[in-house]
């Protein structure tokens, strides 16, 4: 699976756009841009994922670039309950394998 | 909506001991999965399981780690005799087919 890279920490104002990036320069076509995010030592939540168009769900959207090398997540209007360490992960399209967590990125979202 | 579940929540023991954590997938879903995160460190990968049998681990998943799926709705792992270094988090997750991994809010182990 391809590595990723993220900033390791990034504030936002509430009510802004929170926007997320990530690399994943090596990642090969028939792998998925997954995120997750984890708050305080909750189990990871499941947020979005993707291949090459971009998606739009209830709680984010997920913009990736043409050449798939890197990606953004967008909380749209975030909430101080948004504080949370956000990965990006990649892996192959069945998803049944393990996912490989990094140190992700904690967004603080300040009031 | 569906989740998955894990018991304890915290769960206490004496170096050398035997643990038992339980997990119950979502129905109807056919992979399983543990992770665990050590405070402070990532989530790492343990073992994933599909029809009956470990699919994949890890090089933390030792002797010492087992897995069973003793009915049709629990998922359990066993630690034989825990160490200090086995204190973490123990996170299960659960996946149907092709869809996404989704993760109980996982099982504190404090080992003394």
């Known amino acids: 699976d391809a590595k990723t890279t993220q900033p390791p920490s990034m504030d936002c104002a509430e009510g802004r756009a929170a926007n997320l990036p990530c690399n994943h320069s090596t990642i090969s076509g028939n792998e998925y841009v997954y995120w997750y995010r984890q708050i305080h030592s909750q189990g990871p939540q499941y947020i979005i994922h993707g291949l090459k168009n971009n998606e739009t769900n209830e709680m984010a959207s997920l913009i990736i670039t043409e050449d798939r090398k890197s990606s953004t997540l967008i909380l749209p209007h975030a909430t101080l309950r948004d504080t949370a360490v956000y990965y990006c992960?990649?892996?192959?399209?069945?998803?049944?394998?393990?996912?490989?967590f990094g140190q992700g990125t904690t967004l603080q979202v300040k009031p | 909506e569906p989740e998955v579940t894990q018991t304890p929540s915290h769960q206490v023991t004496q170096m050398g001991q035997e643990v038992i954590l339980r997990c119950v997938p979502i129905s109807n879903h056919l992979y399983f999965y543990w992770y665990r995160q050590i405070l402070g460190q990532k989530v790492e990968f343990l073992v994933s399981?599909?029809?009956?049998?470990?699919?994949?681990k890890s090089e933390i998943f030792d002797d010492q780690f087992s897995v069973e799926r003793p009915d049709g709705s629990n998922f359990t792992l066993k630690i034989r005799s825990t160490k200090l270094e086995d204190s973490a988090m123990y996170f299960c997750a659960s996946l149907w087919l092709t869809d996404t991994q989704y993760f109980g809010p996982g099982t504190r182990l404090t080992v003394l």
């Open positions: 399981f599909y029809n009956n049998e470990i699919s994949e």
């Open positions: 992960i990649v892996c192959g399209s069945s998803n049944t394998g393990k996912l490989i």
